[in-house]
């Protein structure tokens, strides 16, 4: 599967951004999505993840409360509705898939995006 993802931008502390990641390819039900993030000079970290239904979630301490995944099997779109943005939370995001369940480990996922940029301005 291919993945696409954008929605990334500049936002003051305190605001919102929606990224999206689209996926190519028939089976996108099929497959756990999730997003990771990258911060310059940190190794990438699991944000959120989402199992195949949508049914089940899971979320980095860090971003439980402010951060909503979710999918639209039928547009083979997942989302990551971020809210109360922090500059902490600047960092390149990347969308990624697996065939394995879903959930927060790195290693679960074989497939991934070419990352969008979100900027956070205090």
């Known amino acids: 599967v291919q993945l696409q993802a954008s929605g990334g931008g500049l936002v003051q502390a305190g605001g919102s951004l929606r990224l999206s990641c689209v996926a190519a390819g028939p089976t996108f039900s099929t497959y756990g999505m999730a997003w990771f993030r990258q911060a310059p000079g940190k190794e990438r970290e699991s944000v959120a993840a989402i199992n195949w239904s949508g049914g089940r979630t899971h979320y980095a301490d860090s971003v439980k409360g402010r951060f909503t995944i979710s999918r639209d099997n039928a547009k083979t779109t997942v989302y990551l509705q971020m809210n109360s943005l922090k500059p902490e939370d600047t960092a390149v995001y990347y969308c990624?898939?697996?065939?394995w369940g879903a959930g927060l480990q790195e290693e679960r996922y074989d497939y991934w995006g070419q990352g969008t940029q979100v900027t956070v301005s205090s």
């Open positions: 990624a898939a697996t065939l």
